[in-house]
């Protein structure tokens, strides 16, 4: 019988203390030849606690289980082998064969494990980002843009609606904006967006990913495929971030109201993950990052073409067609280039100013047929689409004496002659008379009451005139319609004859 691990420290203790087997077999209350056979293991260099293997009916076939997990290199199933044995003549269970390839796949991968280095970073040298599937915003599918500089672990997470070219760089642009400058080289997987073939195992860049690297003076390398351990910090950051910010059933997280929301949350989770110590420094990231930037190169003061967005020509109307909808811009780009670019739910237009880049607009994504116009772009043009009210021009030496008058002479000239008028001419000429006698501030007042009673007639001006300079105040105005008539009525004619 097998003795356990305490049996067997008992027989040894036993033996080093009357060195007689008898005697220890006594002591020990086993059989002599039991505590002589423990101690020969021990004086052989044995491990006296180790099982001693029993023989087993599928040993004469373990050589070419052997061969066969080699020839596989580890992926041959244990059904398979155990097919092949039953087929040579093994009369064993399955259960057996499963044990001996397990064994067999064991061996070989400690025999053909790859070996790893540990990678060791160095300030202002490597910055690692990766995509990521997002949460769903209105029904739309977002992405999650990941970056993580190495020696500090400092993280940025930054949501967007596509991975396209135009949102990489300008995610590559925010994320060395927040971290104060750019490293030397910039390390991704080999999406279409950064590698665009692959010749004889050697990845062929991407012009505008190289002309984007060379303008923040950055060198944009790529893993090996299939091969994530070579930036698994990037990839740790997607895996977290995503725990973290998408919801699921774990985390008990509700759905975005908006894409500003996601993005707000975003940076509230970067902002909570940098405060923390990081586990394998002890240090919070955000402490490390100070001393990493100075090690960053300076970042230029204008984004990457690229990451403006695309590029569109402002048309005589000072608007841009995006996405088959019209934009408007402000006043001073006609003829000139702007970019376009989605921000969240919004389309952000930059152009050249006397400055540099800036951002001259922003409008809400809209749908073709709806344009977005600004009426604070057309400052020379009165809002929205109603008929536009004539603004009087005198052409005449009468027409500008009149107009002279005041606010009040034009309101009533175009009142006047939306109304239909008659004698225009000859009433202007008399306001100018009156204003002769009783001042020309006086009459551009009654003007003005006039044009909003409707009171055109020709002794009106000097009726509202006269009541100006009574000592009441004009309190209410009085419309001369079909409720406020100065004709007599019918009512009397109904007591006719009583």
Sequence with gaps: MTKSDREIVEILEAFDLTRCAHSAAQLAGVDEKTVARYVAIRDNGGDPF?????????????????????????????????????????????????????????????????????WIPEPGMWL?????????????????????????????????????????????????????????????????????????????????????????????????????????????????????LVPTTANLLDAYGSFADLADACFDWCERVNARAHRETGVPPVDRLVVERRHLHVLPAEP??????????VETDQTIRFGSVRYSTPPGFVGSKVWCRVVGEELAIVARTSSGLAEIARHGLSTPGNPRILDEHYPNHPGGNLPRQPRPKARTA????????????????????????????????????????????????????AAIAGR????????????????????????????HSVQPGTSGWGRFGQ
Excluded at 188 to 194: H, I, L, R
Excluded at 214 to 241: L, W
Excluded at 424 to 430: N, V
């Design 304 to 313: 990457h073409a690229v990451a403006l967005g695309q590029e569109r020509l």
């Design 398 to 449: 009468a027409e500008e004496a009149f107009l002279d008058l005041g606010e009040g002479a034009h309101r009533w000239l175009v009142e006047a002659g939306a109304a239909g008028v008659t004698r225009i001419r000859s009433k202007m000429h008399h306001a100018v008379e009156l204003a002769a006698v009783l001042g020309a501030r006086r009459v551009d007042e009654a003007l003005g009451l």
């Design 128 to 244: 690692q980002f990766d995509w990521g599937e997002g949460p769903r915003v209105g029904g739309r599918r977002t992405q999650l843009f990941c970056a993580w500089l190495s020696w500090s672990r400092f993280r940025v997470v930054l949501p967007a609606w596509d991975q396209t070219l135009g949102t990489l760089v300008a995610c590559l642009d925010a994320t060395l904006r927040r971290i104060g400058g750019a490293p030397t080289y910039v390390l991704t997987d080999n999406a279409k967006t950064v590698t665009i073939d692959r010749v004889a195992g050697v990845p062929v860049r991407h012009p505008e990913i190289v002309a984007a690297g060379r303008h923040y003076g950055c060198k944009v390398e790529t893993c090996q495929p299939f091969d994530p351990e070579s930036k698994g910090g990037a990839e740790h950051t997607v895996k977290i971030a995503k725990a973290d």
């Design 50 to 118: 180790a099982r001693a293997r029993r023989v087993r009916g599928i040993d004469p076939f373990l050589p070419k289980i052997e061969e066969w997990v080699e020839h596989s290199h580890g992926k041959i199933r244990a059904d398979v082998v155990h097919t092949r044995l039953v087929a040579m003549g093994f009369g064993g269970t399955d259960r057996s064969t499963r044990r001996a390839v397990a064994e067999a796949k064991t061996a070989w991968q400690a025999g053909n494990r790859r070996a790893y280095r540990p």
């Design 456 to 483: 055109f007639a020709d002794a009106d001006l000097a009726s509202i005139c006269d009541h100006l300079a009574g000592p009441g105040a004009v309190t209410d105005v009085v419309i001369a319609d079909e409720a």
